[in-house]
């Protein structure tokens, strides 16, 4: 039963998340919710190694979080639960647009799924930036001290990190990504 649950949960992540990668974090975020497959602290490891990983970071993720549920069988059908609609809506809209390239309809339809795909990139990014600097686990725990739902280490390292890549623009996007992977793993931050 694990394995079409998780066909199924991809094959809508893979329907609704329009954008790219980062536009299927909000979905993985409600699997959380509903089937507690892996935690919020978890996710961050899952989008790291995604990042990380060559590939695009919505198949990665779902291999991943497949992998982590039910083994390697879960890796591949959440992968190609994944990625199946993409495959028939790539079919049938190759067959129909050469018919309205030139629709202006077809032109407003595109048009008007730029905010959409804008609200789930920031979502995305909204939810990598609390989980990687908040402990966001914590806030279940009504007595918890506030000092202790901010994750300091990270906090100081963003900040470092921020200020650093924009004083040294020109470096390559890789040498950032590297810096971040050995600090994380010399710190296990």
């Known amino acids: 039963m694990i394995y079409l649950t998780l066909i199924y949960e991809f094959f809508k992540i893979g329907l609704f ?3 790219g990668g980062l536009a299927t ?3 993985l ?5 509903r089937y507690h497959w892996f935690t919020t602290s978890m996710l961050a490891d899952m989008i790291a190694v995604s990042e990380s990983t060559p590939g695009a970071i919505g198949i990665n993720m779902a291999t991943f979080a497949g992998f982590h549920t039910a083994g390697v069988w879960g890796g591949i059908l959440a ?3 994944l990625i199946a609609p993409s495959i028939m809506i790539i079919c049938i809209v190759a067959k129909l647009l050469k018919q309205f390239k030139d629709s202006p309809l077809i032109a407003a339809l595109f048009y008007g799924l730029r ?3 804008t609200a789930l990139i920031a979502s995305a990014g909204l939810t990598i930036f609390g989980t990687a600097l908040f402990h966001m686990d914590a806030l279940q725990d009504r007595s918890i001290n506030v000092l202790t739902l901010f994750n300091l280490p990270c906090i100081v390292l963003f900040v470092i990190l921020y200020y650093l890549s ?3 623009k020109k470096l390559h996007p890789i040498v950032w990504i590297a ?3 050995v600090i994380g ?3 296990q931050l």
């Open 115 to 117: 905010p959409a795909v």
């Open 179 to 181: 810096s971040a992977a």
């Open 17 to 19: 998340a329009i954008g």
């Open 29 to 33: 975020s409600e699997l959380i919710n």
């Open 185 to 187: 793993i010399v710190f």
């Open 79 to 81: 992968t190609l639960g």
């Open 25 to 27: 974090i909000p979905f």
């Open 166 to 168: 924009n004083r040294y």
